[in-house]
């Protein structure tokens, strides 16, 4: 059988590409981790995150909470080696190829269309959340509820 990602992508609607190995990941939530601190920093308390997976812990106060994932500033550079990584992926390549003709990328963050400079090249979105999440599954629709 042969099911190349384009075929797949347009028969369910969706095509799961696996682009990062573990390094990358881990340096992906580093990335996060070091902005979270400077944000610390910047509102001048003394936390220091020292594992992402910890930000539910923090003592933070909730208006803290909203300058940390205010729309603004919820975003990471994207190094080289990530960039190169998805661009060059071939089930990413090929789906773009099957649908729009081309594989030339851009990989853009956009934070707000109504403010100036809140598109920026080669950023990504964050989301810094303090969550209770529930998992339920159904046979047929799997459903996550997040709850902040």
């Not at 729009?100 to 956009?110: K, L």
């Given at each position: 059988m042969n099911h190349t990602p384009a075929k797949f992508f347009k028969k369910n609607g969706y095509c799961i590409i696996n682009l990062f190995n573990n390094e990358i990941i881990e340096n992906i939530k580093q990335e996060v981790n070091d902005k979270l601190n400077s944000f610390c920093k910047e509102l001048n308390n003394n936390l220091k995150l020292k594992n992402l997976k910890n930000y539910h812990k923090l003592k933070i106060t909730e208006n803290d909470h909203k300058y940390f994932?205010?729309?603004?500033?919820?975003?990471?550079?994207?190094?080289?080696?990530?960039?190169?990584?998805?661009?060059?992926?071939?089930?990413?390549?090929n789906?773009?190829?099957?649908?729009?003709?081309?594989?030339?990328?851009?990989?853009?963050?956009?934070g707000s269309l109504e403010k100036k400079n809140s598109i920026k090249k080669n950023q990504a979105r964050m989301l810094a959340a303090s969550t209770t999440i529930f998992h339920m599954e159904d046979k047929k629709f799997p459903i996550r509820i997040i709850k902040h």
């Open positions: 994932v205010k729309n603004s500033s919820r975003y990471i550079k994207l190094n080289s080696k990530i960039i190169k990584k998805i661009k060059l992926n071939k089930k990413f390549v789906i773009l190829k099957n649908f729009w003709g081309h594989s030339n990328t851009s990989i853009t963050w956009v």
